[in-house]
């Protein structure tokens, strides 16, 4: 047969190929359109020719009709930046079909057909890191959501299931290893080429296919389930990283008792593998019985990697580790039901996490992430409900929004339901809609059936966007207090009126005298108004509320600040003792920006916050981790976001303010501390890791208020230590500072990690995140170092997130950290575009800051939006933002 097409550019993207094609707004999907695949695939055949820049893919798929579907003559086989060599269908090569944009479309006479298609791709030169690519050598895959196209022409959505066998084979001496889903059934060779096969005898959407192969090396164990099952597990590694993995297979074991015990869900294959890549757009993927991982969330030891990295880790593994029920197993519909897996996932990571380490420390963990990043997401132009409604490019919904925020809507089922009421409902429905691609709609009625909730109202919360603001009121009178909450539900990009939604609200009533309260209350707020009576008050109770973040809302309860100073020393809950300590600050800076507060009362505030601090230093019945947990200060994006119109730069000064004049009242307590916590030796328990985290703590402080002492300091914890959390603690402080101790201590950190790609990062990200007054000086000096990589994701995120989030540097008066942005994101944008769009919500959030940054954060986004090509990625992002 003839082959019309040979689209492919270089990096094998055609969207790329013709400078001649103007942008034009890519297609809008919309979730309403929904129709199931007029065909059914239950089984495919790949074999794979491999090579680094020619690979070929057979592909042969069994197809019939879908009863469930309506009729159609043709089947739209997706593809993206595809060479087709031949296509047969029953072994006829004069098939009638033809190409639609990048889709190949094929005339099917009858019911059932086979069809075989051949395509040579060339992962080398797969920039995109979407589909088969190269990265150091090797090769391997990712699929989701759309990169399975971009391998082989095939219906690419994840409602059309089917059972995978695959052979591979390609040169042993470069390729040793060659890995897939499910088991290998066979393998062989034959001279310099070795070959594989293997079947995954669970039916699966494409985008949770995996491929490796390469030259790695596998710390191996083995794990027995519930019902005795031997299954044997592998970290794959490069040579020279294995005894960095001992914390990964720890977790992956600890991950499948812990879905046993607390979901009941038992792993469903004899092997599981994880390996390791480090040119990878996200964190990790959760392909059946193939898990592929950025190195940065399994490559660990003391010396290469902090607490928070160890954390990172655990937390990642689980996460990829439960997909295999809450994912897999069962898939979803259609991608705007991402939030079916990905928010229920999130949750059970949270819990796993929760429970191996420090549960209300997790919680608070957990909190500021939601409202560092999704609720300036849900009050900014990229807002959407966790269930979108529409996309042009899918890779733009893996949000905060979708993961995060779907993570606390179903914590809040489970809140409402209670513990056990809740596992009725998960077991309901994993039993309901196991080998299903099921909706978000399906989840909520297995928890309304089996948890025996009415979820009717609460659905709301899968439909509107925006983060809701509840006022709460107390008033006493006689023996009662009576709390009235009122609700808001802000605006949203196509969302101009909401409707109230379920917010369920931990609260309890602290009478004053004793330090006690009658225990805890679970309201619901479902109105938009409601009162609340309490009776059995001689006096005004202090109000604790939203605890344990309860709800994903924030709370106005507008009350005197000794009632916070209260709560933060008092409160039996370590989340709403947190969030006390975080008010006062909040209060304070939000206060004093905005000129709120005269002189008499910023010092008495300041005064407030000392003394309450003071006492969290000191309170003995604080481990170290929670004591670090209440001693940091709200975040830049935090405070910014308590206020309509915010200027960084004054938020900026005003932080850096309290924290000096903290450091200066509280210099005795403060050294007090960093001396006894470093007479703790290096340990991987939460004592340590405690004094590590109050140490550092302690030292960044006092870089505020004393920089000549800490620097001396800090530049002898960085000589001392003996693990990379106080190393990298102390060069962070260090790297803010201009002192004498900061230039040698860097210049030491990169020569003795140099090759050390995951520690190379952090050396940039300190510096591009630091708060010297030549951050941005020092980031454009980087950005040419000759170990900056436009092509791997994880060094650019190192120096360019670091940057977008460092307001010092970023939000420069002058506009150049924005022109800076935006020159990276239209570089990187034909390189990498899902990542090249990963820093558009840094500059769109124009609309709430001052004037002056405003117009050149838009000016910013026009020139990008200007620009002759942009990727779907990138457009959508730009356009949103510009509004
Ligand atoms: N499902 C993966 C996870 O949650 C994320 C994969 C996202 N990939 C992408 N190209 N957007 O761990
Ligand atoms: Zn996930």
Request: hydrophobic share 40%; aromatic share 8%; glycine share 8%.
């Given at each position: 047969m003839d082959i019309a097409r040979t689209p492919a550019t270089p990096d094998g993207n055609p969207e790329m190929a013709d400078a001649a094609i103007q942008p034009k707004a890519p297609p809008e999907i919309r979730r309403e359109d929904y129709k199931p695949f007029p065909w059914l695939v239950p089984t495919i055949r790949l074999t794979f020719d491999l090579a680094l820049d020619k690979t070929r893919v057979t592909a042969r798929l069994e197809i019939e009709r879908n009863p469930a579907a309506e009729a159609e003559r043709t089947i739209r086989l997706n593809g993206d930046g595809l060479q087709l060599e031949s296509l047969s269908c029953d072994g006829d090569e004069s098939t009638d079909?033809?190409?639609?944009?990048?889709?190949?479309?094929?005339?099917?006479?009858?019911?059932?057909?086979?069809?075989?298609?051949?395509?040579?791709?060339?992962?080398?030169?797969?920039?995109?890191?979407?589909?088969?690519?190269?990265?150091?050598?090797?090769?391997?895959?990712?699929?989701?959501?759309?990169?399975?196209?971009?391998?082989?022409?095939?219906?690419?959505?994840?409602?059309?299931?089917?059972?995978?066998?695959?052979?591979?084979?390609?040169?042993?001496?470069?390729?040793?290893?060659?890995?897939?889903?499910?088991?290998?059934?066979?393998?062989?060779?034959?001279?310099?080429?070795?070959?594989?096969?293997?079947?995954?005898?669970?039916?699966?959407?494409?985008?949770?296919?995996?491929?490796?192969?390469?030259?790695?090396?596998?710390?191996?164990?083995?794990?027995?389930?519930?019902?005795?099952?031997?299954?044997?597990?592998?970290?794959?590694?490069?040579?020279?990283?294995?005894?960095?993995?001992?914390?990964?297979?720890?977790?992956?074991?600890?991950?499948?008792r812990w879905d046993e015990e607390v979901f009941g869900r038992e792993y469903d294959l004899d092997l599981f593998n994880i390996v390791a890549v480090s040119d990878f757009n996200m964190g990790a993927m959760e392909n059946k019985g193939l898990n592929i991982f950025n190195t940065k969330y399994v490559l660990a030891d003391p010396e290469t990697a902090t607490d928070g990295d160890y954390d990172g880790i655990e937390g990642v593994i689980g996460h990829e580790y439960f997909h295999n029920w809450s994912g897999n197993r069962i898939t979803c519909r259609d991608w705007f039901q991402l939030s079916l897996k990905?928010?229920?996932?999130?949750?059970?990571?949270?819990?796993?996490?929760?429970?191996?380490?420090?549960?209300?420390?997790?919680?608070?963990?957990?909190?500021?992430?939601?409202?560092?990043?999704?609720?300036?997401?849900?009050?900014?132009?990229?807002?959407?409900?966790?269930?979108?409604?529409?996309?042009?490019?899918?890779?733009?919904?893996?949000?905060?929004?979708?993961?995060?925020?779907?993570?606390?809507?179903?914590?809040?089922?489970?809140?409402?339901?209670?513990?056990?009421?809740?596992?009725?409902?998960?077991?309901?429905?994993?039993?309901?809609?196991?080998?299903?691609?099921?909706?978000?709609?399906?989840?909520?009625?297995?928890?309304?059936?089996?948890?025996?909730?009415?979820?009717?109202?609460?659905?709301?919360?899968?439909?509107?966007?925006?983060?809701?603001?509840?006022?709460?009121?107390?008033?006493?009178?006689?023996?009662?207090?009576?709390?009235?909450?009122?609700?808001?539900?802000?605006?949203?990009p196509g969302q101009p009126d909401k409707q109230p939604m379920p917010i369920p609200l931990s609260l309890a009533l602290f009478d004053r005298e004793s330090g006690n309260h009658a225990g805890e209350e679970l309201v619901v707020l479902d109105s938009e108004t409601a009162q609340f009576s309490f009776d059995g008050f001689a006096t005004r109770p202090v109000l604790s509320i939203n605890r344990g973040f309860s709800a994903p809302v924030s709370i106005d309860r507008d009350v005197p600040r000794d009632e916070l100073v209260f709560l933060a020393a008092r409160d039996d809950d370590p989340f709403a003792r947190y969030e006390a300590m975080q008010e006062l600050m909040t209060g304070y800076l939000v206060g004093s920006v905005s000129g709120e507060l005269d002189d008499a009362e910023r010092d008495a505030a300041r005064g407030d916050i000392a003394q309450a601090m003071r006492a969290v230093i000191e309170d003995s019945a604080l481990d170290d981790l929670m004591r670090g947990e209440l001693m940091v200060m709200p975040s830049q994006a935090y405070i910014a976001e308590q206020m309509l119109i915010a200027d960084p730069g004054s938020i900026h000064a005003a932080r850096e303010a309290l924290k000096a004049d903290v450091a200066t009242r509280l210099a005795d307590p403060l050294h007090a501390l960093y001396e006894r916590a470093a007479q703790v030796p290096f340990a991987l328990d939460?004592?340590?890791?405690?004094?590590?985290?109050?140490?550092?703590?302690?030292?960044?402080?006092?870089?505020?208020?004393?920089?000549?002492?800490?620097?001396?300091?800090?530049?002898?914890?960085y000589d001392r230590a003996d693990n990379m959390t106080d190393r990298q603690g102390a060069l962070m402080v260090l790297a803010g500072l201009d002192s004498a101790e900061r230039t040698g201590r860097l210049l030491d950190f990169y020569n003795r990690y140099q090759g050390n790609a995951l520690v190379i990062d952090k050396w940039f990200a300190?510096?591009?995140?630091?708060?010297?007054?030549?951050?941005?000086?020092?980031?454009?000096?980087?950005?040419?170092?000759?170990?900056?990589?436009?092509?791997?994701?994880?060094?650019?995120?190192?120096?360019?997130?670091?940057?977008?989030?460092?307001?010092?540097?970023?939000?420069?008066?002058?506009?150049?950290?924005?022109?800076?942005?935006?020159?990276?994101?239209?570089?990187?944008?034909?390189?990498?575009a899902q990542t090249a769009a990963r820093f558009v919500p840094a500059l769109g959030r124009w609309r709430r800051i001052e004037e002056g940054r405003a117009q050149l954060m838009r000016e910013a986004l026009q020139r990008i939006a200007e620009a002759p090509k942009l990727s779907r990625d990138t457009y959508e992002q730009v356009t949103r933002s510009l509004g």
């Open positions: 079909y033809r190409m639609d944009g990048e889709d190949l479309l094929v005339t099917l006479p009858g019911e059932r057909h086979s069809l075989e298609i051949v395509t040579v791709i060339d992962p080398s030169a797969n920039s995109q890191l979407m589909g088969l690519y190269a990265s150091g050598g090797m090769l391997c895959t990712q699929c989701e959501a759309e990169g399975f196209r971009r391998i082989t022409f095939f219906p690419d959505r994840p409602d059309v299931l089917s059972t995978y066998t695959v052979r591979m084979s390609g040169p042993k001496a470069l390729f040793p290893v060659l890995l897939c889903n499910g088991n290998r059934t066979d393998q062989g060779e034959e001279g310099a080429t070795h070959w594989a096969e293997w079947h995954d005898p669970w039916p699966k959407p494409s985008y949770l296919f995996a491929l490796v192969a390469g030259d790695l090396v596998a710390r191996s164990d083995s794990f027995t389930t519930m019902n005795g099952r031997e299954v044997e597990l592998n970290v794959y590694v490069r040579d020279g990283d294995l005894d960095r993995t001992e914390h990964a297979m720890k977790s992956l074991k600890r991950s499948m990905e928010g229920f996932t999130v949750l059970r990571d949270q819990l796993f996490s929760a429970q191996m380490g420090s549960a209300p420390v997790k919680r608070i963990e957990d909190v500021r992430v939601l409202r560092g990043v999704q609720f300036p997401e849900d009050s900014g132009p990229l807002a959407h409900p966790i269930r979108p409604d529409s996309y042009r490019e899918i890779s733009n919904f893996y949000t905060a929004t979708v993961y995060n925020k779907g993570a606390e809507v179903i914590r809040m089922m489970r809140t409402m339901a209670g513990e056990e009421a809740f596992r009725r409902g998960t077991d309901l429905y994993f039993e309901r809609h196991d080998g299903e691609a099921a909706t978000c709609e399906d989840f909520v009625r297995a928890m309304e059936d089996g948890a025996d909730l009415d979820l009717a109202q609460f659905r709301l919360w899968y439909s509107q966007a925006g983060t809701p603001k509840v006022a709460a009121r107390l008033i006493h009178e006689g023996q009662t207090a009576t709390l009235t909450l009122t609700q808001t539900v802000p605006a949203t939460a004592e340590a890791k405690g004094a590590r985290k109050v140490k550092t703590l302690a030292l960044s402080y006092a870089a505020a208020g004393d920089p000549a002492t800490a620097s001396g300091l800090a530049a002898q914890q300190l510096q591009a995140s630091s708060l010297h007054p030549h951050a941005i000086e020092h980031v454009k000096a980087l950005r040419e170092h000759e170990d900056f990589a436009l092509r791997n994701p994880n060094r650019v995120r190192s120096l360019y997130m670091a940057f977008a989030s460092n307001p010092g540097a970023f939000h420069s008066a002058d506009g150049e950290g924005y022109r800076m942005l935006a020159d990276l994101i239209l570089e990187l944008d034909p390189i990498n």
